[in-house]
């Protein structure tokens, strides 16, 4: 069983940073791809990034480019995501989520439905 604990959320101001981290209790985290995703009162859950089991290749929602980064220390079976500017609008519960075991070709996984197992998540909260 996959256990996924994600942590560093918190209270900020519109432009402020925050690091969330994922935490993965699985000896074979480099065989998984990880993501990251958040869900707003209210709304359905959306892709926020993705990255692949070697950290070669990273995926983006389109109101995330270039500001948020996700990154991944398999030594540590933790993935990281970098949030830089935040906005008010970037307010929700932030999941983790991994897709696998994998191998083979597959990299990132953009898709909800296609990861296997979730975090309970971390509240994100920007103030204007």
């Known amino acids: 069983q996959v256990q996924l604990v994600e942590s560093g959320g918190g209270l900020v101001q519109a432009g402020d940073s925050l690091r969330l981290s994922c935490t993965a209790s699985v000896p074979t985290f480099s065989l998984y791809i990880m993501g990251w995703f958040r869900q707003a009162p209210g709304k359905e859950r959306e892709f926020v990034a993705a990255?692949?089991?070697?950290?070669?290749?990273?995926a983006y929602a389109d109101s995330q480019k270039g500001r948020f980064t996700i990154s991944r220390d398999n030594a540590k079976n933790t993935v990281y995501l970098q949030m830089n500017s935040l906005k008010p609008e970037d307010t929700a519960v932030y999941h983790c989520?991994?897709?696998?075991?994998?191998?083979?070709?597959?990299?990132?996984?953009?898709?909800?439905?296609?990861?296997?197992?979730w975090g309970q998540g971390t509240q994100v909260t920007v103030s204007a």
């Open positions: 989520a991994a897709d696998g075991p994998k191998v083979g070709a597959k990299t990132v996984t953009t898709t909800a439905t296609e990861y296997d197992y």
């Open positions: 990255i692949s089991r070697s950290a070669g290749n990273t």
